[in-house]
């Protein structure tokens, strides 16, 4: 094995990073992003997230779409399989099964996952999140990506998201 880390995880699109996955993310994770960003503007935040947090992160390139037709590419698919193969990990995160006619290329990720039987996957939904505490840093990062829609979100947990 190359490398050890903590977390491998698999994210479908930016903002993911800053909502979701935000709290597993750390140095010693290692976080692949499937999609190209609609906006440019969202991948520079993701890219400043990732390396504030100091993570070791890979970017796929897929198209992002949300057509319920979706399916994980086989050079995809390899990839990951490859990467999941390479690296020793304590944990492989991702989406919950999420519907797939409200993100597709989540349920990809999760569905690939679950088909390789890995034993240390963490499934993460908002709902578990639902009342963490968000701190300042987070709400930044989240604000960040708002700004490309001229819009302030502010919140101080999931539940409690208000835009402005």
Known sequence: MEDKYDNIILIGHCLDDAILFYKYINERSL????????YIHYYDVFQELMEEKGCTFIKLNEIETFDIN????SNISDTIKRLLETFDKNRVITHTSVNKNE???????????KSMNINNHIELNYDDSYNETIDT????????????????????????RIKI
Do not use: G
């Not at 987070?138 to 979100?153: L, P, R």
């Open 31 to 38: 976080v692949v992003l499937l999609t190209e960003p609609r």
């Open 103 to 113: 993100d597709p290329q989540n349920r990809a990720l999760y569905d690939l996952i």
């Open 70 to 73: 979706y399916k994980l590419s």
């Open 137 to 160: 840093t987070q709400t930044y990062y989240i604000n960040k990506y708002a700004k490309n829609n001229k819009q302030k979100i502010i919140f101080t947990t999931v539940a409690k």
